[in-house]
Each structure stands twice: as C-alpha cells, then as structure tokens.
C-alpha cells in the first residue's frame, strides 16, 4: 500500500490514477474523505497533519508514503508524522520538496533536514514552478481579465507539470534504487513570462498580457482579481526572489532519467489545460 498526503491537491490528483494504473494498491489522504473524488480501487482516508491520530491510522499498513508538505503544517507536526511512519514500519518516504529548498531558510529545505533525520529510507524531489500556477492562482487574471502579473521582469523558469511531478513520484516509489538520492525536476524548456503569455493566447484564441510588477504592483493584481488576500499575496511575493536572481533558470536532466520523457511543454500545458480559462 502506497499513501498518497495532500492527495487532492495538484501532484496528489495526478499521482493517485498514475499509481493506479501501474498496479499499486493506494490509499489517498484528505481532511475531508467524504467529499473528495477518487478512481474506483483508491482507499481515501482522512489524514490531517495537524491531527496525530489521524496521521497514525493513515500509515498503518503502508509500505511507501509521497508527502506534500501543505503551507500550514509546522515542523513539529512533520516531525510527528514521521515519526509515526517509523513507528508503524514504512518502509521509504519520498518527499515533494521544491527547486533550490537545499539552499535553507525555507520551509521546504527544513522538510528535507526532518526527514533525513527521521530514520526513514528516503527520497527527495525537488520539482521547479508548476505550470498549474497559471491555472490556479492566475485562474481569474487570465480568464477575466486576460492578463496576469508577476514580479519576475524578463527572468526565465523551467516549470514543470505537475502530471511530470506525479509521473516522477510514480517511479521513485515504485522502483528500487532511489534511497537517499534527491531530483531536480523541470520541464524540458526555459521560458520568461512573455513567452508563458504567448503559449495561453495560442491556445486561448485572444490576445493574453503579462504585467511586469513590482512587490506592490503584484499584491494589487491578486487582491485586484480575487484570488489572494493582502496577506497571502505579500507571502507569495516573497518566494519569487530565486527567479529574478536566475536560480530557477536551468533544466536539468533527471525527470528524463526517472520517466524516460522530457515532459510537458508550457504550450502543451495550455492547451490542455484551455478550458480553464474560458469565458
Ligand atoms: N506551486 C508550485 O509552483 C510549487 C513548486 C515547488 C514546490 N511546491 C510545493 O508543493 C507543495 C504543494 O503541492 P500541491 O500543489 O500538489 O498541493 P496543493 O494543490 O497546494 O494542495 C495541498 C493539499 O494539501 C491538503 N492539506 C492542506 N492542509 C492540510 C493538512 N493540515 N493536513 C493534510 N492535508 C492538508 C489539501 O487537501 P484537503 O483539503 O483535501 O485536505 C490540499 O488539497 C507545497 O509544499 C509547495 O511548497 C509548489
């Protein structure tokens, strides 16, 4: 049995299915089991970091765990719950950290200092920014307003997918030989935002603007558009800094080594992804 945290969330959504499908038994994570969708054969349980028992009954009986570490969840709480990964016999964990977390001073790169110091045999991934954003936090900018706005100027990303991110999670917890190895994950292209601005407008049909902003400029979009609150904005503002100081530039080899595919292209994504933002 494979559990899958977070599991209704951008990788969790993907990942369930792609397990599936090559034949892993699988039990989905959410704090809220009853109303979450999931393919026939999935075992969902309710699993919050923020509740120790329910991170206890989540483990029991599970031989491998991919775990997203959720904005809210504290480093005690991880600590706990791998903790009781241990004590309920896990055999690995693979952790979903982010591009850069090892340079420290970030949630993401204590992540990866709990769980090497858990006991557990693990894995780390470290997956660049998702292409998802531009349908999630950028959802109403691009479908309302045709526009989004970020403080990145002309600074290049090789974002990745987040379906590449599951197809990575898949090999990783599903072959031998990744213990105690971490993955730079990217998309196979590095792309600036107007090029990300002209992949929606190809396959969106209209014209889409990228807005360089500042700090200020980019909280006033997301409150502007709905999707953020002051607060939550200003805290999204902050992360962008290893972008404009060209650290999320490089694309990297290794979702080609665990996936045997470059991955998704940002063009790709768009048209998938179209409906989205239709009007
Ligand atoms: N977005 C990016 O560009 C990017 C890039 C690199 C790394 N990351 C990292 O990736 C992670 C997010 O992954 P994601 O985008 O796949 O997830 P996500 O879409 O942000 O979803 C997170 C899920 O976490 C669950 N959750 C929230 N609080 C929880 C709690 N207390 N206990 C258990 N589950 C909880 C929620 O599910 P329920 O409501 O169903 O419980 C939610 O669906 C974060 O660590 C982020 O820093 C993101």
Redesign the pocket.
């Known amino acids: 049995m494979i559990l899958v ?8 959504r993907e990942l369930v299915p792609q397990l599936l499908q090559a034949g892993q038994q699988v039990r989905a ?4 089991p009853d109303a ?1 969708s999931f393919p026939q054969g999935t075992d969902v349980v309710r ?4 509740d120790p028992g329910s991170v206890r009954a989540a483990v029991q009986g599970v031989r491998a765990v991919y775990l ?6 504290d480093t005690d709480a991880l600590t706990g719950s791998l903790k009781a990964m241990r004590d309920a016999g896990v055999g690995r964990v693979v952790l ?4 850069g977390a090892q340079d420290g001073g970030n ?2 790169g204590d992540a990866e200092d709990a769980v090497r110091a858990s006991g557990l045999a693990w894995t780390i991934l470290r ?4 292409m ?2 531009y349908n ?1 936090m950028f959802r109403k900018g691009v479908r309302d307003r045709d526009e989004f706005a970020e403080p990145t100027g002309t600074h290049r990303t090789s974002f990745i997918d ?1 379906r590449d991110i599951a197809a990575a999670a898949t090999a990783t917890l599903t072959q031998a030989g990744h213990e105690g190895h971490a993955y730079d994950l990217t998309g196979p292209e590095s792309l600036d935002r107007a090029a990300v601005a002209e992949a929606l407008s190809a396959a969106l049909g209209r014209h889409i603007t990228y807005s360089a902003v500042d700090d200020d400029g980019f909280v006033a979009f997301m409150t502007g558009t709905g999707e953020s609150d002051e607060e939550e904005a200003r805290g999204i503002a902050s992360i962008y800094a290893p972008i404009r100081a060209d650290r999320t530039a490089d694309v990297t080899p290794d979702l080609k080594r665990l996936t045997g595919r470059a991955g998704f292209t940002v063009h790709e994504f768009a048209q998938h992804y179209r409906h989205d933002w239709e009007r």
């Open positions: 945290t977070a599991a209704t969330g951008n990788v969790g994570g959410t704090r809220h979450a699993l919050d970091f923020g997203i570490v959720p904005e809210t969840v979903q950290s982010g591009f949630p993401l997956p660049n920014w998702f998802q954003n999630q987040a």
